[in-house]
């Protein structure tokens, strides 16, 4: 295929009345243009739109039967420095006969992306290059590029990723193979940056093939990175909404899972690179206001809503706009009093209140956090003060004020005029403000409460879980008095002999406090003070224990120890800067990350002899090693230090000098 290269003057576009001429195919009007420019311009737009409505008409038989297997739609703005290497990933993807194209639509970069994409538009056939107004998000590009789409299969590659070799021949022959009308890839990151956003991991735990979308979690990523049977967007006329910059990929990805007999998700490899910029330029980093942000919930809530699903499988879609921390809460928490005038958020209450009033059940309140069921009760009972009020709450950082309701035994939140709200979905929190051990015992002082809540516990345990039995071991915490000027927290203290870890394994820590019949239950040690050390402390000597805190933060001990901890504590290889022969010993010097060594090893070259060496540390970086005349006349040799854990780690000898007793005479005269 030919380049295409139809860039349009922004200053003509952005005349509305130029624009309303195309639109409405107003042929006498547009012959009766000033300027030649004009003329020309406003017939070969409507000569563009007429072409594809001929092509949109032709509907599902023109996507199966074309001879390229995927169009690859590529969105450009100010990517001048990554696009060349996201084009180049595809021009070099090998598909039988090369049967890809690559639609790439410049959205008015003000910087030489189109430069860059006309360049590479002569050197690869198979790229298209088309250039818009700039319209302020991917959906507008994106949707050019499915109008000029002629492929089977339509992928979205973003400008400044992408794609592992052989990626799209492996999505297509899924596709073909299953008949699924979308089929996931699993993402990876690279750049020299960590992404705005997360790439997603849940959906990707495991390939699977044909499977339904909500079981499968495929739900959880709607990104719109992914493979889609084109035929299922045409005849659905599933496009991109246009009014918001992120998030505009869900509401089209939800859709083509509901029309799509079933998805398959590779998660064997990584097929797409997503980058992490330092530049800040990406739309993502930049974030959008909570305008955007409320019609980015309002079109998914519809979509939803429209669509087949009811009942639990409803419930479960609906989380992300309603209950999850970027749904409601990211409008109507925070940022609500600070964007909406008074007027603006009475008609957001009304017209909000109308869109999910019958969609709100109990199921679905249940998942929320307490600021979440909080915002969308009150919205629903159309209560603007309440809802102002909570919304300065959040504002300030403050947690929502909650009553304990003792005939209840639950905590409630009661308005200005009286009304409850209860069966709150409350969460245990705890705060770890110290840790230390004495002999085998391990002391560990802290805070406990609800937040918001106006009553402390009337009592509570540190309860310790053996991880693969079950068994649980309880001890009382010695609950004090409240924490500074927070009533919601208590302070308390605790002692647990370690001994009565009685099983070999790992021991997890929570917390379970009491209020009346509530009982709440939260894992311990994920919040804590910056001071505790969160490298291993090993009990015993010899080591029958060690306290670690778990790649999510949280306390456990581990009784054996039966895992190696150190290996991600200890900070590079230790180093031998010298060595000293003394007599009938030579004296090694050895330097590094040493807190964990306690003995060493000497390994002969020539005799593959091992033999315990003197360890002497003369601090938590420096420390000698003994090497017997045994071994260091017999030639070469390896030191190793044992770690804790008994494990060996060679000492690096690239930087070392031997000296000797005489030389070093000799250099003092």
């Not at 590659?157 to 070799?165: G, I, R």
């Not at 009093?337 to 999910?356: N, T, W, Y």
């Not at 919304?391 to 005029?417: K, M």
């Not at 000027?485 to 379970?512: H, M, S, Y």
């Amino acid at each position: 295929m030919s380049m295409v290269a139809q860039r349009v003057s922004s200053d003509m576009a952005d005349t509305v009345g130029f624009c309303v001429l195309v639109m409405q195919a107003d042929t006498e009007q547009l012959s009766r243009l000033p300027f030649q420019t004009e003329r020309d311009t406003g017939f070969r737009l409507l000569e563009l739109i007429l072409a594809e409505s001929t092509i949109k008409d032709r509907g599902t038989d023109h996507a199966e039967q074309s001879d390229i297997d995927v169009s690859v739609i590529i969105p450009v703005h100010n990517c001048e420095s990554f696009v060349e290497e996201s084009i180049r990933s595809v021009a070099s993807q090998e598909l039988t006969d090369q049967r890809v194209e690559i639609i790439a639509v410049d959205d008015g970069s003000t910087d030489e992306s189109f430069t860059v994409l006309s360049r590479l538009a002569e050197i690869f056939d198979e790229l298209s290059v088309f250039t818009i107004p700039n319209s302020g998000s991917a959906s507008a590009p994106r949707n050019f590029g499915l109008d000029h789409a002629r492929g089977r299969y339509v992928f979205f590659l973003d400008a400044d990723d992408k794609l592992e070799p052989n990626a799209l021949r492996r999505l297509v022959t899924v596709a073909d193979d299953t008949g699924s009308g979308v089929v996931l890839c699993k993402l990876g990151e690279f750049g020299p940056q960590k992404r705005a956003s997360n790439v997603p991991t849940q959906a990707f735990k495991k390939t699977v093939y044909a499977v339904d979308y909500i079981e499968s979690k495929a739900y959880t990523t709607l990104g719109a990175l992914k493979l889609y049977r084109r035929s299922t967007l045409q005849q659905n006329a599933i496009r991109f909404p246009l009014g918001y910059t992120i998030g505009e990929d869900q509401p089209f990805a939800m859709k083509a899972y509901f029309h799509s007999p079933h998805v398959s998700i590779l998660s064997d490899r990584v097929y797409y690179w997503a980058r992490g910029r330092h530049d800040g330029t990406n739309v993502t980093s930049q974030g959008q206001s909570a305008r955007k942000h409320y019609l980015k919930i309002k079109t998914l809530i519809d979509v939803i809503a429209s669509g087949p699903e009811t009942g639990s499988r409803r419930n479960i879609l609906l989380r992300r706009p309603l209950t999850a921390n970027a749904g409601v809460p990211a409008v109507f928490g925070k940022p609500w009093l600070l964007e909406f005038g008074a007027a603006e958020r009475r008609k957001m209450v009304s017209d909000f209140r109308e869109l999910i009033a019958s969609l709100w059940n109990d199921d679905l309140r249940a998942s929320g956090t307490v600021e979440s069921q909080l915002l969308i009760d009150l919205l629903i009972a159309g209560d603007v003060e309440s809802l102002e009020s909570v919304s300065s709450t959040l504002a300030n950082n403050e947690p929502i004020a909650l009553e304990f309701d003792h005939s209840g035994s639950q905590f409630v939140y009661r308005t200005a005029n009286g009304r409850q709200y209860d069966n709150l979905n409350l969460k245990l929190s705890s705060h770890e403000d110290a840790c230390w051990l004495a002999s085998s015992d391990l002391h560990i002082r802290g805070t406990v409460g609800t937040d918001g809540g106006d009553r402390s516990p009337d009592n509570a345990q540190m309860v310790w879980v053996h991880r693969r039995g079950g068994v649980e071991k309880h001890f009382d915490l010695n609950l004090t008095s409240n924490a500074g000027n927070r009533a919601d927290r208590t302070l308390f203290d605790v002692k647990i002999p370690t001994e009565q870890l009685d099983q070999p394994g790992e021991w997890d820590a929570f917390i379970r406090a009491r209020w009346g019949k509530l009982d709440l239950t939260a894992r311990f040690g994920k919040s804590k003070a910056h001071s505790i050390r969160t490298s291993p402390t090993y009990i015993g000597s010899p080591i029958s224990a060690a306290v670690i805190y778990t790649r999510f933060g949280n306390l456990t001990i581990d009784v054996g120890p039966t895992q190696n901890h150190l290996s991600s504590h200890i900070k590079g290889r230790p180093e031998n800067v010298g060595r000293l022969t003394l007599f009938r010993h030579e004296i090694a010097t050895v330097r590094g990350d040493l807190g964990y060594f306690f003995g060493a090893k000497v390994l002969s070259h020539k005799t593959s002899q091992s033999v315990d060496a003197e360890f002497v540390k003369h601090g938590s970086d420096c420390a000698s090693v003994v090497v017997p005349r045994a071994i260091f006349r017999r030639g070469p040799y390896t030191i190793s230090l044992i770690d804790v854990e008994g494990t060996a780690h060679s000492v690096d000898d690239s930087a070392c000098n031997r000296t000797s007793l005489r030389d070093l005479r000799n250099e003092m005269g």
